[in-house]
């Protein structure tokens, strides 16, 4: 009679796991996190929103190339591991027009990388501790990442990008350092963890709108009249 073995405890995990975890490169970083790091890793993917905050300089490029292809990679691992959304807070987009935000879309749609969204980067304002008069001024780009997991509730998410801010600390973000010179390589894939918001450490930050600056505006204005010129423009062709 042959004896039938039961299978490991891992082969169990993997048949819980959506089809396209069980199959990517993402199964090898899943290995690397056993036990409870995968089990959470199940959970993260599966019950709670996940967010990746997405720099693009020192992130998915280098000194080579505008997008590398090894970064590039790197994040569809993570969005098809973690069925996370992507939200840009890249300084391509600038002051957040429609006509920036459309552009960067499309470049990320040639990358194979859809339904990306975007902090707003438009706030001032500072950190002020309980029983303290000192107040220290927050980077306009992590405003907008505290105003976006504000928004959006419980949630897990991570932070990449290549500057490291002082304040990520401070205010206790889920934050992973890429190389400025590299972008994000496979070896980075297993180091990074997406983690549970808690919305407490932001309760002493005060942030408004901030007013435009006048390079913000005539740079608006101008990209406005471009993209008017360039709709009279294949107007005229279609009509031709």
Same mark, same amino acid.
């Given at each position: 009679?042959?004896?039938?073995?039961?299978?490991?405890?891992?082969?169990?995990?993997?048949?819980?796991?959506?089809?396209?975890?069980?199959?990517?490169?993402?199964?090898?970083?899943?290995?690397?996190?056993?036990?409870?790091?995968?089990?959470?890793?199940? #959970?993260?993917?599966?019950?709670?929103?996940?967010?990746?905050?997405?720099?693009?300089?020192?992130?998915? #490029?280098?000194?080579?190339?505008?997008?590398?292809?090894?970064?590039?990679?790197?994040?569809?691992?993570?969005?098809?591991?973690?069925?996370?959304?992507?939200?840009?807070?890249?300084?391509?987009?600038?002051?957040?027009?429609?006509?920036?935000?459309?552009?960067?879309?499309?470049?990320?749609?040639?990358?194979? /990388?859809?339904?990306?969204?975007? /902090?707003?980067?438009?706030?001032?304002?500072?950190?002020?501790?309980?029983?303290?008069?000192?107040?220290?001024?927050?980077?306009?780009?992590?405003?907008?990442?505290?105003?976006?997991?504000?928004?959006?509730?419980?949630? #897990?998410?991570?932070?990449?990008?290549?500057?490291?801010?002082?304040?990520?600390?401070?205010?206790?973000?889920?934050?992973?350092?890429?190389?400025?010179?590299?972008?994000?390589?496979?070896?980075?894939?297993?180091?990074?963890?997406?983690?549970?918001?808690?919305?407490? #450490?932001?309760?002493?930050?005060?942030?408004?709108?901030?007013?435009?600056?006048?390079?913000?505006?005539?740079?608006?204005?101008?990209?406005?009249?471009?993209?008017?010129?360039?709709?009279?423009? /294949?107007?005229?062709?279609?009509?031709?």
């Amino acid at each position: 009679m042959v004896e039938r073995r039961s299978p490991k405890p891992l082969m169990w995990v993997r048949l819980l796991l959506p089809l396209p975890l069980r199959f990517s490169r993402t199964n090898a970083f899943v290995n690397m996190k056993l036990g409870a790091k995968v089990s959470s890793f199940y #959970n993260l993917g599966g019950i709670m929103k996940n967010i990746i905050f997405l720099d693009i300089d020192g992130v998915l #490029n280098n000194i080579k190339v505008k997008f590398n292809e090894e970064s590039v990679n790197v994040v569809k691992e993570l969005i098809q591991g973690y069925n996370a959304k992507v939200v840009m807070i890249t300084s391509w987009q600038m002051n957040g027009t429609k006509t920036r935000r459309k552009w960067i879309q499309h470049q990320f749609e040639r990358l194979g /990388i859809y339904d990306i969204d975007f /902090i707003d980067p438009n706030f001032k304002g500072n950190l002020c501790f309980k029983r303290s008069l000192h107040h220290i001024q927050i980077d306009s780009r992590l405003l907008g990442i505290v105003n976006y997991l504000q928004n959006n509730g419980e949630c #897990n998410y991570v932070i990449l990008d290549d500057d490291y801010h002082n304040d990520y600390k401070l205010l206790c973000l889920n934050h992973y350092k890429s190389l400025p010179l590299k972008g994000l390589t496979y070896k980075d894939l297993p180091k990074i963890t997406f983690k549970p918001v808690n919305l407490n #450490n932001f309760k002493y930050i005060n942030y408004q709108y901030r007013q435009l600056g006048e390079y913000e505006l005539v740079t608006n204005n101008l990209i406005k009249i471009l993209k008017r010129k360039y709709e009279n423009d /294949i107007k005229q062709e279609n009509k031709t």
